[in-house]
């Protein structure tokens, strides 16, 4: 079966060229040129839309044409009225436009340009010698063609995004093992230089590698799709993706449409708890410009001054606000994903910067009124100190002297009635006798004879109680 025929088309092209200045490529290039007297040629049609075109890489008027080329076609823009560019192989042998024979060569120079197609080129390091201007490019088709997937238009600051490329041979996808150990592909954004934007004259934001190893948020190892997380910790504005993967033997490069990166749109508003309060609120705010609010969702973890760690999902009915319990003062530390739909229906994940607020210790002194001094302060600390001293001593001194007197009152009892062996006196008679005159003493005297003749002999005088009250 036929060999597929592999062709490639190599571009220098000026970013700065009027549309004036360009025209329709023809590709019957008329092999009769005059360096000295350029031919006019239809103005050129202005080399627009080039998505999913290649791109070899120039550095210094050099690039390199890999063993996968039969046939180029380049375009040198120039400066305006120089002599036509000369092509050095990679031999060092240089061709000329006098060399063209419509055949293996064709050449067409105008007064700012040059227009040639090779066939079966020689692969290797290539050198263009003329007054080239640096802006130029290379813009390739190939057998050998790098494609990536398409970059949201739009994009969020701190926005995480998957994305996906391979490289193809005959529009078939190389998955050769050992392939993805020799190429190296890389994303970055080149800034589009508006004045108008926050990115003007940024330098280039490099988006990562590609991987094809299995690992993070690559599917499958070795099966050919090489992935990337992006992350967008960028500045907003205008930006234009590029990508460029090398090898031992192939560059090529692709760039995509312009991007736009959008502000964040998720703020934290912290109220802090005063001393007596037990908890603080984080407020979230929202900007719904190019999003749909009631489609986000929100987890995360907050870290704690003491080094706990608590973690919390917010769904779409819920309020949107963080209470966080005051268990210590110092920096409270807030981590934040985001997932939600924008406007045009694409869903994307934020990974939030951390946010953070502190919560102070409060100052003792700055409790004080302001109508009072410390030294005031202090006295008047001191004064209901002494104050309440004596009320706390006078509760032990009062209750030791009350047991002291109910011990000696114990104490008498006991000698009364066990040593003396004496009886208790009944209150009242020694009321009664008190109160009785003094005429009736003899009376009493006169019954107290009764009683005693009365009275067993054999009992004793000293036993009988006496409750004669004594004489004044």
Known sequence: MAAIPRIITSTFLLLALSVGQAGAFNPSITSTVNPANPQVQPKLEFLKNFQGKNQIKLLNNRFRVDYEVDEVTMLFFRKHGSAPVVLVRPDGSKIYPQHADGTTIEWHADVNYDLIKLKAPMAGPWQALGRILPESKILVLSDVELQVEEFPSQVFQFEKIKSSAKIVNANEMITANGFRDVVTLRASLYSTNNSDSDNFASDIYRLGEFRDNGKELDEKPGDGIFTVSYYINTVTGGWLPKYRVEAELFTRELEQDPIEVLPNPISFEARIAD?????????????????????????????????????????????????????????????????????????????????EFISMEPDIESMIPDEMSPEQMAMEQSQQDVAVEPEEESVPVLLIVIINLVLLILGFLVIWLFVLNKDIPNPLNLIKRKKKPEGDAQETDSKQEKVDKKAPDDQSSDDILDLSLPED
Do not use: C, W
């Open 275 to 355: 001393p007596g309060e037990r908890y603080h609120y984080v407020d979230i705010v929202i900007d719904d410009t190019y999003l749909k609010p009631e489609t986000l969702l929100f987890q995360g973890s907050i870290r704690f001054p003491n080094g706990e760690i608590q973690t919390y999902n917010l769904a779409e009915i819920d309020p949107r606000m963080l209470e966080i319990f005051q268990n210590d003062y110092g920096a409270y530390r807030i981590s934040t994903e985001v997932y939600g739909y924008d406007k045009a229906g694409r869903d994307f994940t934020l990974m939030l910067p951390e946010f």
